[in-house]
């Protein structure tokens, strides 16, 4: 199983350099023939978006949801690198499409690494007419692309999902407590499913939001987030309510090995919110207390704390009423109607000791609910992230 | 130099027995004759404040700004405490309004320390009639009050600050990283300047908003948080132009405090932001930055990481264009137009060493300007947040 096992695509990956290591760091994920495909992605939301980003935006509105090939670099995220920095992301489009002989626009771009340094073009420049002439459908060059993509992640992330008609898979590196040096979330999916691009980019937003947008890890939205859908046609036609589900399956199978590879963390946590006065304020609760420093050190020290909780949610900027409020971890409710319910201790402390840790909060308030998944906050992250070095 | 340094306050603390240690835990604060005076305060935003909050809230409504005292416990923040925890505020004001012979609705409640635990009301309804019996404008019980409020504080918050024709003083315990267990910061002002409670509101909303609001540890937002300011009038009418400035330097001087003796942190860092769209924007974008865990990380290893702080500026939810991006440590600029700059490597890495540091960005856009005070991220404040045993 690989990026490639859906029909119509080819992979390579090399080592042209950029790493001073000599790992992989030079990626291409293609279709088979040259041809554009229907294309969907999904961007970083922070207004410092990396040359690359920009450059990728452009060239998806351009072609109105077209692409053959995806090229992507590691080790040097291209990011706070001005005018400089979107040439350079231009010159690797222009050059992987002038190997394959299709125009600039059918070709995106990714980075990913450090912030603030000009990308050496020289290896890129120098790789690339190898790296395009490596592309295969083969098993080896998906593992090479596979691994290309990654920064400092213990190892390959794919998921692959099999229906009767069509075969979702996908790619990823990263999540922020990995190696938040190289902060960047990269995922990249193929189908062979057949979907016009309209469609394909509603049904990405749909899986991105249920999948990558419920997971946090610190908080910090990277400045060269992307996601990228291809959808090779080659297995007919499918219906897009069909293939959501493959692609939300892949993409949250990708968001699980990400939080589960962050460094220094040493629990998962699913935050869920439930009765609230809307999907969205529910989501936006669950965030709130994923991300609060002072839980994340309670499940550090598996301790469950749950007035921290109810004081995070209760400056979650939604609706909320202490008097309706319930807690339960791992099942267990030690609040009830905002005051401390009894309970067994014994049955909580086990499930704090655990490594997959459950908080549910029912507000009392409607029918809104929503999960978000983080991890606890520990030395580790704090020896990944002193310094850059 | 007290809280009682200016004319007509009295004050007095007791150990009734809340806190296990038997350090002092109960604190009065009164007018020096029970008279209601002009009277300000702001809460929490937290929509799960606790019962003290709530009562006090409804009282300084109930008189229109007047007070004749607040009592203050520590050790227990009587928050998630339902509708008992309600009754038991009610109490502690209602015990003290008898012992003074004034209305209930003149006492202000506040509560600081371990939230879900309802109030051992027997120690303090022992305490009560001790505590108004002792209360006096002599230095000795003002330092009791000041040490009473505290919880896991290195020592007493205490600032003064005398003009020509007023005084106004102020004593606070507290700030997130502190003692994050009792994250509640607290803090009570006096001054004997004639004001009116609706000048008297507004100028303490300017004086918190330049000074409390403008720190962040940990950017969570306690169920107790409460500054109360008292005017006794007795050195006659102040312009409150005038006044604002005197409370304003007595906030900052204790929010200083507060943010220099967080447990855990080694160093206090000031992030301006200038050029932005508004006073609010630049606020907002600072309190991005400060409250960043990559940002916090990056300053506990010494690491003048600028690509965090573009990152963070550009998904503060503020207007942003990286092209027009100045940032420097120290005065030392590091990037300019939203690329690197070449600069003063040495003299960045000796400011970074400091236990002050300075980060201004110059977002280029407009005149809007903000400064928010945090600190760094160690080792010290999981070990302080893990568990609360």
């Not at 042209?16 to 760091?25: N, P, V, Y």
């Not at 351009?62 to 090939?69: K, M, R, W, Y």
């Not at 890890?217 to 069909?242: H, Q």
């Amino acid at each position: 199983m690989s990026i490639t096992t859906p029909k119509g695509f080819v992979a390579s990956g090399l080592a042209s350099g950029i790493k001073a290591s000599g790992a992989l760091d030079l990626v291409l994920l293609a279709t088979d023939d040259g041809a554009a495909v229907p294309s969907a992605a999904t961007f970083t939301t922070n207004l410092a978006a990396a040359p690359p980003v920009r450059v990728s935006r452009r060239h998806i509105a351009e072609t109105g949801g077209l692409a053959s090939g995806v090229v992507v670099s590691s080790g040097n995220a291209n990011a706070a690198t001005g005018a400089r920095g979107r040439a350079d992301a231009e010159a690797m489009c222009s050059l992987v499409a002038g190997a394959l002989g299709v125009p600039d626009q059918q070709i995106l771009v990714c980075s990913t690494g450090l912030i603030g340094i000009p990308l050496p073009m020289e290896p890129i420049e120098r790789g690339i007419p190898a790296l395009v002439a490596a592309r295969s459908g083969a098993y080896e060059q998906a593992v090479d692309a596979a691994t290309g993509i990654l920064t400092t992640d213990s190892g390959r992330k794919e998921e692959l999902v099999e229906h009767p008609t069509f075969t979702v898979a996908g790619m990823a590196k990263g999540a922020g407590m990995l190696a938040p040096n190289m902060a960047t979330m990269l995922a990249f999916l193929t189908t062979d499913a057949a979907i016009e691009p309209g469609p394909l980019a509603d049904l990405l937003r749909i899986a991105v939001r249920d999948s990558f947008n419920s997971m946090t890890v610190d908080g910090c939205t990277s400045t060269n987030d992307t996601v990228i859908l291809m959808a090779s046609g080659r297995a007919g036609t499918a219906d897009p309510n069909v293939v959501v589900e493959a692609v939300t399956e892949v993409c949250a199978g990708l968001a699980g090995q990400m939080v589960a590879d962050a460094e220094g963390a040493s629990k998962i946590v699913h935050v869920r919110v439930t009765g609230a006065r809307s999907d969205g304020e529910a989501h936006q609760g669950a965030r709130k207390v994923a991300d609060s420093l002072l839980v994340k050190c309670s499940l550090n020290g598996e301790d469950a704390y749950w007035g921290r909780v109810a004081s995070d949610l209760g400056s979650a900027g939604i609706e909320f009423d202490m008097d309706k409020l319930t807690i339960a971890y791992g099942g267990v409710t030690v609040c009830r109607d905002g005051i401390a319910a009894d309970h067994d201790e014994g049955a909580v402390a086990e499930h704090m000791a655990g490594s997959m840790i459950d908080i549910h909060c029912q507000l009392g308030l409607a029918d809104g609910n929503g999960v978000v998944m983080g991890v606890d906050l520990g030395y580790g992250y704090i020896d990944e992230n002193r310094t850059t070095s």
